[in-house]
């Protein structure tokens, strides 16, 4: 059974907060899905030096949070190329109160597209389908963090959670690895 984003996120933020690191685990999260969506190079730690850019003005991690990344990282890799579409973004849990929920996906968001627009600067090339996802992403960033308690803003933060999870893994079907690609890892022990 998977770990609760709850977890993941309450044990990212004592680390990252021990290293004195000003990020939140959703930004980290969502600037980590940005870049392995946008195609970033994955092959012996090629990925860190952008995601360290993002989280860390390009400073090292202290030995106590850089295993933490790394699993983040190989998880999420993972999970966006699942043929099930197993990948969902770090969020807090859904016993959180709603309002702490949209501001949480409004900053994954804007990392998400931070970290895809570093990997791929070309983005007005993309298919006129990722264009539109870019864009309703940018609205979805700058959604209202004001919302009511209700069932009819639980439905609507839902289908908005939907909209995210499915345009990270469409921008990942586009910008990601190709099917027959080989790894960096293979390809530099071929002879």
Same mark, same amino acid.
């Given at each position: 059974m998977?770990?609760?984003p709850?977890l ?7 680390a990252l ?9 959703v930004?980290?999260h ?8 946008g195609?970033v190079?994955q092959?012996?730690?090629?990925w860190m030096?952008?995601?360290l850019?993002?989280?860390n &003005?390009g400073m090292a991690?202290? =030995?106590?949070l850089q295993?933490?990344v790394e699993?983040?990282? #190989?998880?999420? @890799?993972?999970? +966006?190329a699942?043929q099930?579409?197993?990948f ?5 849990e ?5 309002? &702490?929920?949209?501001e949480a996906? =409004?900053l994954w968001v804007q ?5 895809? #627009?570093?990997? @791929?600067?070309g +983005?007005?090339?993309a ?5 539109e996802?870019i864009n309703d992403l940018?609205a979805i ?11 009819e ?6 289908e908005l959670?939907?909209f995210v ?6 921008c990942y079907?586009?910008?990601g ?6 790894p960096?890892?293979?390809?530099t022990?071929?002879?």
């Amino acid at each position: 059974m998977a770990t609760p984003p709850s977890l993941k996120i309450e044990k990212l933020l004592d680390a990252l907060e021990a290293a004195e690191i000003g990020q939140h685990p959703v930004e980290v999260h969502g600037a980590m899905v940005g870049l392995i969506a946008g195609g970033v190079e994955q092959g012996r730690g090629a990925w860190m030096a952008p995601l360290l850019e993002l989280m860390n &003005d390009g400073m090292a991690l202290p =030995s106590s949070l850089q295993p933490l990344v790394e699993e983040l990282f #190989a998880d999420t @890799q993972a999970r +966006l190329a699942e043929q099930d579409f197993g990948f969902m973004p770090l969020l807090p849990e859904e016993e959180e109160p709603l309002s &702490d929920r949209v501001e949480a996906l =409004s900053l994954w968001v804007q990392s998400f597209l931070t970290g895809l #627009a570093i990997i @791929q600067p070309g +983005l007005n090339r993309a298919s006129a389908d990722v264009q539109e996802l870019i864009n309703d992403l940018g609205a979805i960033a700058q959604v209202e963090i004001d919302v009511a308690e209700d069932e009819e803003s639980e439905v609507a933060y839902a289908e908005l959670l939907e909209f995210v999870r499915m345009a990270a893994v469409h921008c990942y079907q586009e910008f990601g690895p190709q099917d027959g690609a080989v790894p960096a890892e293979a390809a530099t022990n071929l002879h």
